[in-house]
C-alpha cells in the first residue's frame, strides 16, 4: 500500500505514466466511468479549498466510486481534540483512500503511518503540495510538450507558498531547468530547498524585478502571498501586491510564454489577462482532476 506525501516519492518514469493516464482519461473519459465503482475516498480538510478538494471529489465520482469527509476541522472530532493518528485510524476502517489537507507541516505524514489506507497529501501547511504539481506538470506537457530545457521563474511568496516547493522539487530532476525566484526579500524560497539546487547544481537566479527577467522566461508560475501564515497582518498588508501581472508587464515577454498559478489569485494576475492565449490557470484547473483521478487509480491499483 502506498501513500502520496511528497512528490519526489513518484519516479520520473511514474510522472510520465501519470500524465499519460491523464491524457487518456481526456480522450476516453467512458473507459474510466466505473473503474472505482465500490471504492470511497475521504476528504478530510482541515483548511480551506477549493479546487483541491472539489477536484479530488469530482475525481472520484468520474471514476464510478463515492466520496464523503469533512471540509473544515470545527466539524470533525479534531474540535474535540483528537489527533491526527486516531482520525486516520478511524477514517481507514470506513474509505478506501484517503485525501488530507492540514495546516500543520507533516500531517499527512503522520496520518499516512497510522492510516491502513493509502494518504494523499492535498497540502501541508507551508510545505508541500504535491497533487498541485501533479496538475501544473500535466498543464506545462500538454503547452509545452517536455519538461526539460526551459526556464521558469517562480513569482511571489516562495518562502510560505507550498505549491512552489513541490514544483520545485519535480522540476529539478529534469535536465536543462533553470529557475528565476522572484520574490520581495521576506518571502524568498526557503534555505533548505536553495541548499538542494546548489548540491545538485542546478541554476537558479534570486531577483526582485519581474519586469527585469520576463524576456527570458518560458513559464511563469505566479503565486498569491499566503496570508494565513503571517504572524502579523502589518506585514501581509506591506507584501500582499508586491507583484501584479498585467498585460503592460507583458510587453517583453516570449509569445510562447505559459503563464501558470494554483489559484485562487487575489490580485497577482490582472482579469484582462484572463484570455490572453499565454494564460493557463484555469486548464491548470480542469488538469488538475484528471492527474488526481490518474493518481487515485494509481494507489488503488486499479487497473483499466
Ligand atoms: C494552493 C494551496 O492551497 O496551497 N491552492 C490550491 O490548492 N490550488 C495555493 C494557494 O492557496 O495560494
Known amino acids: 500500500m502506498r501513500s502520496l506525501i511528497d512528490i519526489s516519492e513518484l519516479t520520473l518514469d511514474e510522472l510520465d505514466e501519470l500524465i499519460r493516464t491523464a491524457d487518456d482519461i481526456i480522450e476516453n473519459p467512458q473507459k474510466y466511468a466505473h473503474a472505482c465503482s465500490g471504492k470511497k475516498l475521504a476528504t478530510l480538510f482541515f483548511e480551506p479549498s477549493t479546487r483541491t478538494r472539489l477536484s479530488f471529489e469530482a475525481a472520484m465520482y468520474e471514476l464510478g ?109 529534469y535536465s536543462g531547468v533553470e529557475f528565476v525566484l522572484i520574490s520581495p526579500n521576506e518571502l524568498k524560497l526557503p534555505d533548505y530547498i536553495k541548499e538542494s539546487l546548489k548540491k545538485e547544481g542546478i541554476p537558479f537566479l534570486e531577483t526582485g524585478d519581474l519586469e527585469g527577467v520576463m524576456p527570458k522566461l518560458d513559464i511563469l508560475y505566479m503565486t498569491r502571498v499566503q496570508r494565513e501564515r503571517f504572524f502579523n497582518e502589518e506585514d501581509y498588508l506591506r507584501l500582499k501586491d508586491s507583484y501584479i501581472l498585467t498585460p503592460e508587464k507583458l510587453a517583453n515577454a516570449k509569445n510562447d510564454l505559459s503563464i501558470l498559478h494554483p489559484l485562487p489569485r487575489v490580485n497577482e494576475i490582472s482579469v484582462a489577462i484572463d484570455d490572453d492565449p499565454r494564460a493557463c490557470y484555469f486548464k491548470q484547473v480542469l488538469y488538475g482532476k484528471y492527474m488526481r483521478m490518474a493518481l487515485i487509480l494509481k494507489l488503488l491499483e486499479v487497473n483499466v
Not at 491502513?116 to 510538450?145: C, F, M
Open 65 to 173: 466510486g463515492s466520496v464523503l469527509g469533512f471540509s473544515e476541522s470545527q466539524s470533525s472530532s479534531a474540535a474535540k481534540g483528537e489527533s491526527v493518528a486516531d482520525t486516520a485510524k478511524t477514517v481507514s476502517c470506513y474509505a478506501d483512500i484517503i485525501a488530507m489537507r492540514h495546516p500543520k507541516e507533516g500531517a499527512p505524514l503522520v496520518a499516512s503511518l497510522n492510516a491502513s489506507v493509502p494518504v494523499i497529501n492535498a497540502g501541508d501547511g507551508g510545505h508541500n503540495h504535491p497533487t498541485q504539481t501533479l496538475a501544473d506538470l500535466l498543464t506545462i506537457h500538454r503547452e509545452k510538450g517536455r519538461f526539460g530545457d526551459f526556464t521558469v521563474g517562480l513569482c511571489g511568496d516562495l518562502k510560505f507558498g507550498r505549491t512552489v516547493h513541490s514544483l520545485i522539487t519535480a522540476l529539478k530532476r
